[in-house]
């Protein structure tokens, strides 16, 4: 029987289709059937839903950004000198994995090494030894998150970016071959460092696009993704790779703070946002952090149409986080160990999502609604479906009145609504809260359309 192939669909197809504000990056990659990994390895990733991203490196001195050494075209033994600089204080890796829990995370991934190419491991095959192990700090960083990340009992993730402005290679390719050829080798060396001594559970690209021009994919003539992540997956065989490579990847990813609208999106796909503005992945020191109500009502809208929530944070030049962003992080922490089971372990269904209004998700035979605004929803009512409502209440068990019309089912929502329990600390909150949680227990398992063979490319 001949194997059917995924449907390939345009960037712009899936906007107009779903009339989604998502813009997934680096689409239409590689593709090679001996890399692609069954959904059932890919499971534990679709469950866990939370994540913390770490941006920490050399630019954190500065606290002008990750892209500062680029951007204010700053020498390059002025910007190199830092790395004699970056000896942080009284700092352990467990304090992250501690802001991690806090949060809900169930993986975290860290920068190894940004675009400005200092390494933050013992890299033998880092050009120059330009690494915090041969420099100020004589540090293994990655070696000690890796440890503290699996001694908290969360999912390793490694983030590395095979671009490298060190190299004048990089900026003209094909002018001087000889000088990319280099970058390349030490793109090589460096993942096949990471996956043999770290064993990471996800494989984080970023910057495979040459000299500023084009995308991932259209470099991938250069950087020959299938036979690298050939070489990583020899680590790993379950390794998860993201697309940012060249290779189309395990998963999409959705990079920034705009806000998540549109239907759900059957395929596995990541949300990639900062904690505070979004202006800077990595440090900077008046940074304001997102308003509590504002990242909850984010992650409903990205986990009710089916992605992973991927938040960062940036330490500072000695490893430390803001008193303010550890107490956000605790405090969606907080909801989550509340409200977890609507999250965690869920599906997105199934019914589609109505922006700024509802979404949901679903384990078994239980839906989740989650209801972002009340009084709009009143007005609304859910469609018919062969999933048929035995029993509602709110989180809290409080039963709700169901009414089966001709065209649809409406739900009967007390007057108000109670914050307690979201802020984890026995304060109260003001205002209406982000997001009213409402069960529906089914007369058998949900029956959800689940994901679809879509392959997305980057026409469009």
Not at 89 to 113: C, L, N, P, S
Not at 118 to 127: D, P, T
Request: overall charge negative; proline content about 5%.
């Amino acid at each position: 029987m001949e194997k059917k192939l995924p449907r390939e669909m345009t960037g712009a197809e899936l906007k107009s289709m779903l009339k989604s504000s998502i813009n997934f990056k680096s689409l239409g990659g590689l593709k090679c059937e001996e890399l692609t990994l069954p959904a059932q390895d890919k499971q534990w990733w679709r469950d866990a839903k939370i994540g913390m991203f770490i941006h920490w490196g050399l630019y954190s001195i500065l606290g002008r950004g990750e892209w500062a050494r680029f951007n204010e075209q700053i020498p390059k033994e002025e910007y190199e000198a830092l790395a004699d600089e970056f000896i942080p204080q009284d700092f352990h890796m467990k304090e992250w994995m501690e802001i991690a829990k806090d949060f809900g995370a169930k993986y975290a991934v860290m920068v190894t090494r940004h675009h400005d190419g200092f390494a933050l491991w013992n890299s033998e095959g880092s050009y120059e030894h330009f690494t915090s192990y041969h420099r100020g700090a004589h540090r293994d960083f990655v070696g000690e998150y890796a440890q503290a990340c699996r001694e908290a009992g969360l999912k390793v993730g490694v983030y590395y970016s095979p671009m490298d402005w060190r190299f004048p290679g990089y900026f003209d390719p094909e002018g001087l071959p000889e000088n990319a050829a280099l970058m390349k080798k030490q793109c090589y060396a460096q993942v096949e460092e990471l996956c043999s001594r770290y064993h990471p559970d996800i494989l984080w690209y970023d910057g495979g696009w040459l000299a500023h021009k084009g995308s991932d994919t259209s470099s991938a003539w250069f950087w020959e993704p299938v036979k690298l992540n050939k070489i990583a997956r020899g680590y790993n065989p379950k390794l998860l790779i993201n697309p940012r490579s060249g290779w189309e990847g395990d998963f999409y990813c959705d990079e920034g703070s705009h806000e998540i609208r549109g239907g759900i999106i059957p395929v596995p796909w990541e949300k990639n946002m900062c904690v505070c503005s979004g202006c800077s992945w990595g440090w900077m020191a008046d940074d304001p952090v997102s308003d509590f109500d504002w990242l909850i009502r984010m992650m409903v809208n990205v986990v009710c149409r089916g992605g992973n929530w991927l938040v960062n944070i940036g330490p500072d030049r000695n490893g430390k986080i803001s008193g303010e962003i550890r107490q956000r992080m605790r405090q969606v922490g907080d909801w989550l160990r509340t409200y977890g089971e609507s999250i965690y372990a869920t599906a997105a269904g199934p019914y589609e999502p109505v922006d700024d209004v509802y979404g949901a998700t679903w384990r078994e035979d239980k839906v989740y609604l989650h209801i972002l605004d009340r009084k709009a929803f009143a007005g609304l009512k859910l469609p018919l479906s062969e999933n048929v409502i035995e029993h509602a209440a709110l989180f809290d068990g409080s039963p709700l009145e169901v009414v089966q019309e001709e065209d649809g089912i409406r739900l009967v929502l007390p007057e108000g609504s109670s914050r307690a329990g979201e802020m984890g600390s026995g304060q109260e909150m003001e205002g209406p809260a982000p997001d009213t949680i409402v069960v529906l227990t089914m007369t058998e398992a949900v029956k959800a359309a689940g994901d679809a063979e879509i392959t997305f490319t980057g026409k469009g």
